[in-house]
């Protein structure tokens, strides 16, 4: 049995450890030691991409952003869905993780990032966000495992009122957010649509040909006819009753 091979790390924003780690064929990025992401499990960044472009198909010169670069699965799958007036802006935090995938995990997904539709921006993506009002079509978000920060707890910033604020302004009229996430969570879809968004989950496999480690997308737009077919509808907040009864006196003249 071949062992496991650390190839690479990089100090976390919080003080971690981000691993990069070979066995065979297969490569993992782990943080203190816990798996992030994994080549053999890399089917829901796939359908990352699928589902939060599915409704590009008929613009000619798209515009999408993409949170995260991972493994870069999702930016592969995005290029390919894209015609050649598309482009893809990939905010990564980690220049490591840019290296990685430009020397180890190169050929997982071939020229992605030497294709002209790609620019690579290093940094943190809220202000990104915040500079790029009515920019995008599709915003694709990756970071971390979602709405549970596990890398850098300033990444929560994206699943708060500020992060979903932020993404609104960016997005363009009929544009569509996305966002990946190991877990679900109810509280952060009512978070989606109290902002207007009508919203769409889907639980996806980790990899091709099994329902085990699932993990779920969701898809918000302000159109819900633009959004993918099937998927689960979360329920939207029950407005809450007020609580007695109120008298009132009719005043005599």
Known sequence: MKPQIKLATVQTPDGGEMGLYQHDRDFAIKVNGQQLMSSRQHESELALARLGCAHLSKHTAPQVLIGGLGMGYTLRQTLEMLGNEGKVIVSELLPDVLEWNQS??????????????????????????????????????????????????????????????????????????????????????????????????????????????????????????????GGGEPRAPKRKKPKGKHRYSRRRG
């Not at 290093?122 to 009002?133: C, E, K, Q, R, V």
């Not at 363009?172 to 996430?181: A, E, N, Q, V």
């Open 104 to 229: 180890f995990l190169k050929k997982l997904n071939g020229n992605s990032l030497e294709d002209k539709r790609t620019e690579i921006k290093i940094g943190d993506i809220f202000p990104l966000l915040t500079s790029s009002a009515n920019s995008f079509d599709a915003i694709l978000l990756d970071i971390d495992n979602g709405p549970s920060a596990m890398t850098d707890s300033g990444n929560h910033q994206l699943y708060t009122q500020a992060g979903i604020e932020v993404c609104k302004s960016a997005l363009r009229k009929g544009g569509t957010l996305s966002i990946w996430s190991a877990e679900p969570s109810k509280e952060f879809e009512q978070l989606l649509m109290s902002y207007g968004f009508q919203v769409k989950r889907y639980k996806v496999p980790a990899y091709t040909g099994t329902n085990r480690n699932s993990r779920f997308i969701w898809v918000a737009a302000e159109d819900k006819a633009i959004l993918p077919p």
